[in-house]
């Protein structure tokens, strides 16, 4: 056998032991994971939980431009963020909402198509979500949802760029996980 050949298998028998000891035991967990009984600890979410105590859905009008005054700037006043022209007020979460605070982007404004990109930037979060493909309207709707079940709604945009926004229901067909 040339030296050559010798040093190789040195080296690959090794190294062909470890990876197949690595396979075989992340291909055991994986067994391990699928067979576990899935009830046995309740997956705790790290998002807030519905609420039961919301107000009747109100139908006041909201101007794009009126709902400026509620973007979190002002202490004083509550604040509001709007998901297909729905109103949600968010002061609970002024935590999150609040001026400079991580989600403060979708304050006081209607920033569907952001939400449905599943984005934070400025130019994203604009009330005209049309150009959204199939599956970022889901994530945009399970948004819509989700917000239904814990913050009272205070009214609509009246100036919607999307006209039929008010004839979709998205809370229906909305995943019961949210
Ligand atoms: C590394 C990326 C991200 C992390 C670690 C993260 C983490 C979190 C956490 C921990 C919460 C719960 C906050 C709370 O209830 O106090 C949350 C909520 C939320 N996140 Fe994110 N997030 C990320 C990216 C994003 C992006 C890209 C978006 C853009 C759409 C987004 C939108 C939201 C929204 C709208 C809420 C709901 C807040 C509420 O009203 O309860 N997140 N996120």
Not at 65 to 86: C, M, N, R
Not at 95 to 118: H, Q, T
Request: net charge negative; proline share 7%.
């Amino acid at each position: 056998m040339s030296s050559f050949v010798k040093y190789a298998l040195v080296l690959l028998l090794p190294a062909a032991y470890l990876a197949r000891r690595y396979y075989r035991s992340s291909a055991l967990q994986t067994t391990a994971l699928i067979t576990a009984p899935v009830d046995e600890k309740p997956v705790k979410s790290i998002m807030q939980a519905p609420r039961e105590d919301l107000a009747p859905p109100k139908d006041d009008p909201f101007t794009l431009a009126q709902l400026k005054e509620f973007d979190g700037s002002d202490p004083s006043k509550p604040i509001y963020v709007s998901i297909k022209g729905t109103v949600f007020d968010v002061t609970p979460k002024a935590d999150v909402y609040g001026a400079g605070r991580s989600y403060n982007i979708f304050a006081g404004k209607d920033g569907s198509k952001g939400l449905g990109m599943s984005s934070l930037k400025e130019e994203h979060a604009v009330p005209d979500y049309r150009e959204l493909n199939e599956s970022d309207r889901k994530v945009l709707d399970d948004w819509h949802a989700f917000f239904t079940k814990r913050y009272n709604i205070v009214g609509r945009v009246s100036d919607h760029p999307v006209s039929d926004v008010k004839e979709e229901d998205t809370s229906a067909n909305a995943s019961p996980n949210l």
